[in-house]
């Protein structure tokens, strides 16, 4: 399914509707799986205890083997495959927000797709564990998991305590931070995730600069400077990316025309939407449309089959 054009499948998962009902899920599966491309705004712990998975973050292919560790931060495109693993898989999914740890007394706090810190430690993207903390960690995880299906009993508090765990033996290794700089990143970091979560709910509205230094409580200039820190990208760069990835989905699920898709994603014309397609993919809106449709569809097909219980949030 990858296409030498690199381009992103379109999101399912952009408003966090994982954790509509709880701050923290936990998931642990033996099937064979696969997922689309997409992001959301909290974190998300993929674990492997048997078999192996493919996990692609931001373009990069990263392989698990069982006792390996893989943390995705807030708006980070990624996607996993367990389809190619030789033996019958078994990983665990961890999703939580940042809120749900400082809540129970931990610190924490995930720097937009670049970093995140644990108790003043930082947290790497993937860790691998030796055999003796593979069976600690596994040991974590399942109680986690029960913990989390007593439904009619389950304690948030116990399972922010497993977490806090899990994080220990995932930074154990790393040296401290500098605590100063953890705080001035921690504090900038909320409040351009605070901007991004609005852009996010409201790209199809005209948005002024000025409007997004008001919800950050910021000036242009540093609201201009926070976002070059802790993204790498200006807020109206977020913004686009953010059109853009709806105009896909549109071309893709819907009949409607390239003004209609403009209009409705906040472009003001069809030919600004165009130029901006233009920047991201060698080809133009109507040609992706034409030669991923019907493959996408297909794909969707697939992937509703093999992840019912994230497609329908209701569930958990």
Request: aromatic letters at 12%.
């Given at each position: 399914m990858n296409d030498p054009i690199g381009f992103e499948r379109p999101s399912l998962l952009s408003q966090g509707s994982l954790l509509s009902k709880s701050p923290v899920t936990i998931e642990i599966s033996e099937e064979y799986k696969?997922?689309?491309?997409?992001?959301?705004?909290?974190?998300?712990?993929?674990?492997?205890?048997?078999g192996s998975l493919c996990h692609t973050i931001d373009g990069k292919l990263y392989i698990q083997e069982p006792g390996s560790v893989v943390t995705v931060l807030p708006y980070t495109v990624h996607n996993i495959d367990t389809r190619d693993s030789k033996?019958?898989?078994?990983?665990?999914?961890?999703?939580?927000?940042?809120?749900f740890l400082?809540?129970?007394?931990?610190?924490?706090?995930?720097?937009?797709?670049?970093?995140?810190?644990?108790?003043?430690?930082?947290?790497?993207?993937?860790?691998?564990?030796?055999?003796?903390?593979?069976?600690v960690s596994d040991d974590i995880i399942n109680d986690m998991h029960?913990?989390?299906?007593?439904?009619?009993?389950?304690?948030?508090?116990?399972?922010?305590?497993?977490?806090?765990?899990?994080?220990?033996?995932?930074?154990?290794?790393?040296e401290s931070a500098d605590t100063s700089r953890l705080k001035y990143l921690s504090e900038r970091a909320a409040d351009v995730t605070r901007v991004v979560r609005y852009m996010s709910e409201h790209y199809s509205e005209k948005?002024?600069?000025?409007?997004?230094?008001?919800?950050?409580?910021?000036?242009?200039?540093?609201?201009?400077?926070?976002?070059?820190?802790?993204?790498?990208?200006?807020?109206?760069?977020?913004?686009?990316?953010?059109?853009?990835?709806?105009?896909?989905?549109?071309?893709?699920?819907?009949?409607?025309?390239?003004?209609?898709?403009?209009?409705?994603?906040?472009?003001?014309?069809?030919?600004?939407?165009?130029?901006?397609f233009s920047k991201r993919f060698p080809i133009s809106p109507m040609e992706f449309r034409n030669r991923f449709r019907a493959e996408f569809l297909a794909y969707d097909e697939k992937f509703f089959e093999r992840w019912d219980w994230l497609a329908s949030p209701d569930k958990l």
């Open positions: 696969s997922d689309i491309l997409h992001w959301h705004d909290y974190v998300q712990i993929w674990y492997v205890a048997e033996t019958a898989p078994r990983f665990a999914m961890i999703s939580f927000t940042d809120k400082t809540d129970n007394g931990y610190s924490f706090f995930s720097y937009i797709k670049e970093y995140a810190q644990f108790e003043g430690k930082r947290l790497s993207l993937l860790h691998t564990f030796d055999s003796e903390l593979k069976a029960r913990e989390f299906s007593n439904s009619s009993n389950m304690s948030y508090a116990k399972l922010s305590s497993l977490l806090a765990s899990l994080l220990l033996l995932l930074t154990s290794e790393n948005i002024t600069l000025d409007e997004l230094c008001d919800i950050a409580h910021m000036s242009r200039r540093f609201l201009t400077q926070s976002f070059r820190e802790i993204t790498g990208k200006t807020a109206f760069e977020i913004l686009t990316s953010i059109r853009i990835n709806h105009a896909r989905s549109s071309l893709l699920y819907s009949d409607l025309t390239l003004s209609e898709i403009a209009r409705n994603v906040g472009f003001t014309t069809k030919n600004r939407l165009a130029h901006e």
